[in-house]
């Protein structure tokens, strides 16, 4: 068993955020398999950008059988909602699932608007590299939510927003084979794949505006246009 308090992450690493962790971690054997146990919090919680950590309370139950690391349940709470999930891991190829409620991205990030995400969020490591899914709704904040005077003017509007992206990275290439962006008046759909080393790029793309609907299709690479 052990426990901490008061750790500060950043006391520790030069980049890593300022924290002040207390809690405990278990782990205890049942015949070949092991389990741990984790339940930590911060009394020192904040956004990324301004060196802090995002997670109030963290609550994890992690085993070990035949050979496979199992994420039963993880547990956070911090950004004003919470973050649960579950996962695996055997011989190089993991996978894992994620729900999130009621996260403010201007708790994780100050330079975002304040407002709710939720959703599910989804990975997996495969042969051919890492296949995405994620299905995101974002409600913007009411105009009489409290905000920092850093964020007033600069927010970024989260209006209605609801993202879904299907897709799957295997180095260098990312490919979205769906891509729907529906906010205030306005909706982006279709598919792009992208090159990280030479930056070429693939897209088919319709987007529609107040008064404009167009389609974008085409090809660009560093020799290449449109």
Do not use: C
Request: charged share 15%.
């Amino acid at each position: 068993n052990a426990q901490w308090q008061a750790l500060n992450l950043g006391a520790l690493w030069p980049n890593a955020p300022q924290t002040e962790l207390a809690g405990q971690a278990s782990v205890t054997p049942s015949g070949a398999n092991w389990r741990a146990l984790v339940n930590t919090s911060n009394s020192l919680p904040g956004p990324w950008d301004l060196g802090r950590l995002p997670v109030n309370t963290l609550k994890a139950d992690v085993q070990y059988a035949q050979g496979q690391w199992l994420i039963q349940s993880l547990n956070a709470r911090g950004a004003g909602g919470s973050v649960s999930g579950k996962g695996s891991f055997r011989d190089g190829q993991w996978q894992g699932q994620a729900m999130l409620s009621g996260i403010n991205p201007a708790a994780l990030d100050s330079r975002l608007g304040a407002g709710t995400v939720e959703g599910e969020l989804a990975a997996a490591q495969e042969r051919n590299g890492i296949s995405f899914n994620a299905q995101l709704r974002g409600t913007q904040a009411s105009p009489k939510s409290p905000q920092s005077p850093k964020l007033a003017g600069k927010a970024l509007d989260l209006g209605q927003l609801n993202l879904k992206v299907k897709g799957a990275w295997a180095a260098p290439q990312l490919k979205v084979t769906e891509f729907n962006l529906e906010a205030v008046d306005a909706q982006v759909q279709g598919a792009i794949d992208f090159h990280m080393v030479t930056r070429a790029t693939r897209a088919n793309l319709k987007a529609t505006l107040p008064g404009l609907q167009g389609t974008l299709t085409g090809h660009l690479a560093s020799s290449e246009g449109l």
